[in-house]
C-alpha cells in the first residue's frame, strides 16, 4: 500500500487526477470505477481540464460507478447519474453509453443489481477504481456489518450515513434510506485502487481502516488486502 499525505486539497486531487491519466493514457479504453462524494470533486475538475487542453482522451474510456440511491431517477438533482453527468461527464469527452451507474428505479432491484456485476464482468472488470470514504468506513455503501457483502446488493443505509449525506438534501427526511452498491468482489478485483480523503474528521477513520485489524465494521479495512492500492490523504 501507498500511502501519501500532502497538505492541501488541491494537492490531493492533482495526484489523484494524474493517477487516473496515467491509468487512461496509457490504456484508453480502461473501465475506470467510479465515485461519488464531496471529496472526489476536485479530482474531477482537474480532470476536466486536462481534457479541454487535449492532455488527456476519454472517447474509448468505459466507467462503472459504485453506487445509486434507491428510487431517485437520473432527473432527480440528487441522485449519483446526475451528480456525475454535471459534474464530470457532460465537460468530458466521453461517450455516454460507456458510462454505467446502478439504476435505482429498476422495477427488479435484485435483478439490476445481478445485471450491474454481469456487465462489470462482461466488460473485463475494473481497471482503476476511485473511492472515498464514510465515516463509519465505508466505501461506495458498503456499510459496518458482521460480514463483506461480496455482490452488487440493496443496502438499508445507516443513520450515519443519511445524517452525513443530508447536506446534499434539504432535510433528512428527503435523503433516501436505501441505495444499490457495489460489492467487495468487484472492488477488490479493481486491478488498482486509489482511495483519497481529505480534512481531519477523516483521519480517525484512515487511521482504522489502514492500520487496524480488517474486520467488516470497518468496510474498507479489507482494502489492506489489495496488491495496488495508493491512498492520498490531504490534510486540510
Ligand atoms: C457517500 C458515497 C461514498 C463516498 C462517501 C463520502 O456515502 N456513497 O462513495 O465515499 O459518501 O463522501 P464525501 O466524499 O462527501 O465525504
Not at 8 to 21: D, E, G, Q, V
Not at 188 to 204: E, F, H, T, V, W
Request: negative net charge.
Amino acid at each position: 500500500m501507498k500511502f501519501i499525505t500532502v497538505d492541501t486539497y488541491a494537492k490531493m486531487s492533482r495526484r489523484a487526477a494524474n493517477i487516473i491519466s496515467a491509468q487512461v493514457i496509457l490504456k484508453p479504453d480502461s473501465v475506470l470505477g467510479l465515485a461519488t462524494g464531496s471529496t472526489p470533486l476536485g479530482t474531477y475538475k482537474q480532470l476536466i481540464d486536462w481534457n479541454e487542453k487535449g492532455d488527456i482522451d476519454f472517447s474509448q474510456a468505459v466507467t462503472v460507478n459504485l453506487d445509486e440511491y434507491v428510487a431517485l431517477d437520473s432527473s432527480n438533482n440528487q441522485s449519483y447519474r446526475f451528480f456525475m453527468n454535471k459534474n464530470f461527464f457532460e465537460h468530458i469527452n466521453i461517450n455516454m453509453n460507456n458510462t454505467f451507474v446502478p439504476n435505482g428505479c429498476a422495477a427488479d432491484l435484485e435483478e439490476e443489481c445481478k445485471r450491474y456485476d454481469e456487465n462489470i464482468s462482461r466488460l473485463g472488470g475494473i481497471d482503476l477504481q476511485l473511492l472515498g470514504i464514510g465515516h463509519d468506513g465505508h466505501i461506495g455503501f458498503n456499510e459496518p456489518d458482521k460480514y463483506f457483502v461480496k455482490n452488487t446488493h440493496i443496502v438499508d443505509l445507516h443513520e450515519s450515513t443519511v445524517k452525513a449525506n443530508s447536506r446534499f438534501f434539504s432535510s433528512e427526511d428527503e435523503v433516501p434510506k436505501r441505495a444499490i452498491t457495489m460489492g467487495m468482489v468487484s472492488i477488490m478485483q479493481a486491478k488498482k485502487i486509489l482511495l483519497i480523503a481529505s480534512g481531519k474528521a477523516k483521519r480517525d477513520i484512515l487511521e482504522k481502516a489502514f492500520f487496524g485489524p480488517i474486520t467488516p465494521e470497518i468496510p474498507a479495512s479489507i482494502l489492506q488486502l489489495h496488491p495496488d492500492i495508493t491512498v492520498i490523504y490531504s490534510e486540510d
